[in-house]
C-alpha cells in the first residue's frame, strides 16, 4: 500500500471544537496537515487551534451553524476564499437527539436532519469542485452504529445516520472513477460530551475514546491500495448495547 504523505495537505474537519472532532484536528495537524476547524462555537475552535499551534501545526478556524440551511454554502464560499485546493474533508459534527416517538417534534426532526445528514451532503457537493486537483481527494463522513441498527428513543437520530450512510454509499461509487474515496465510520459509545448528555451514568473509560477514531481516520488517510474502504464499524466490546 502507498504511505500518503500529509504534510501541506489542506484538511477541513467540522465539529472540531470539542469532542471527536478536536481529536482528529490535532492528530491530523500532528501530521503535517494544514487544518481548517468548524463549528458553532469559536471559543471552544480557538482552545482545539491554541493546542495544534502550541505543538508548532496550522490550523484556521471558520465558525459556522449548520442548522441553518445555508450555512454549509456560506462556510463553502469562505474555505475557496483561503485555499485553492482541499485535500480532505472529514463531516464529523453532528447531534444527538434522545427522545420517544410521540415527543419528537417537527422541529427536532428538521435540525437533525439539516445537521447531521443535509448539511454534510452539501458541504460536499460544494467543495468536491475544490478537491479536484488533490491526490488525496477523501471524504470521511462520521456515521454511528445507528446507522446501519435502530435502537429506542433515536428514530430522528437513526434516520438522519442511515441517510448520512446511503449517500456516502452512493458517492463512494459515483466519484471512484475521479479518483475520489468515501469512507464512512460507524462508532459505537465514544467517550465525549454527547454520551455525557444523553447517559451521565455511564462509566466514559468503558467507551471508546475519541483519540481511536482519529487514528482510524490517520490510518485511512494515509494508507492508500487499490481496495477500497467504504465502511469501517467500530463497536464497542462490552455489554453496552452500542
Ligand atoms: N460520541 C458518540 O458516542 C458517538 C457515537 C457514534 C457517532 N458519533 C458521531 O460523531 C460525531 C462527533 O460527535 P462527538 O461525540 O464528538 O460529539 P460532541 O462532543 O457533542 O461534538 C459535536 C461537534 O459537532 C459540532 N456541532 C454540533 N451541532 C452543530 C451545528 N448545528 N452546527 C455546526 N457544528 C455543530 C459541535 O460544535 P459546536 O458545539 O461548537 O457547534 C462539536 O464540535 C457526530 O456526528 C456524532 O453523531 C458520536
Redesign the pocket.
Known amino acids: 500500500m502507498d504511505k500518503q504523505d500529509l504534510t501541506g495537505k489542506n484538511i477541513l474537519i467540522?465539529?472540531?471544537?470539542?469532542?471527536?472532532?478536536r481529536f482528529v484536528a490535532v492528530t491530523l495537524a500532528s501530521e503535517g496537515a494544514f487544518v481548517l476547524l468548524?463549528?458553532?462555537?469559536s471559543s471552544?475552535?480557538e482552545e482545539t487551534a491554541s493546542i495544534i499551534r502550541s505543538a508548532g501545526g496550522n490550523a484556521l478556524c471558520l465558525t459556522?451553524?449548520?442548522?441553518n440551511q445555508d450555512?454549509v454554502f456560506q462556510l463553502a464560499s469562505e474555505v475557496k476564499r483561503h485555499i485553492s485546493i482541499l485535500d480532505v474533508l472529514i463531516n464529523?459534527?453532528?447531534?444527538?437527539l434522545s427522545a420517544p416517538v410521540g415527543d419528537t417534534t417537527t422541529e427536532d426532526w428538521d435540525r437533525i436532519m439539516t445537521?447531521?445528514a443535509r448539511s454534510p451532503y452539501f458541504l460536499s457537493q460544494q467543495l468536491l469542485p475544490l478537491m479536484t486537483g488533490s491526490s488525496l481527494k477523501t471524504i470521511v463522513n462520521?456515521?454511528?452504529?445507528v446507522s446501519t441498527q435502530g435502537y429506542p428513543l433515536q428514530s430522528a437520530y437513526s434516520a438522519s445516520?442511515h441517510a448520512l450512510i446511503g449517500f456516502s454509499k452512493s458517492m463512494a461509487r459515483e466519484l471512484q472513477d475521479q479518483g475520489f474515496r468515501v469512507h464512512v465510520i460507524?462508532?459505537?459509545?465514544?467517550a465525549?460530551?454527547?454520551?455525557t448528555r444523553v447517559r451521565p451514568d455511564i462509566n466514559q473509560e468503558e467507551?471508546i475514546q475519541?483519540d481511536e477514531i482519529a487514528q482510524w481516520i490517520l490510518f485511512l488517510l494515509n494508507h492508500r491500495g487499490q481496495g477500497m474502504v467504504d465502511h469501517i464499524q467500530i463497536r464497542r466490546e462490552s455489554k453496552l448495547p452500542w
Not at 14 to 19: C, L, N, Y
Open positions: 467540522t465539529g472540531a471544537s470539542r469532542g471527536i472532532g468548524t463549528g458553532r462555537n471552544s475552535l459556522a451553524d449548520f442548522s450555512a464529523n459534527a453532528g447531534q444527538a445537521v447531521n462520521i456515521a454511528s452504529v445516520k460507524s462508532p459505537g459509545g465514544v465525549t460530551d454527547m454520551v467507551l475519541p
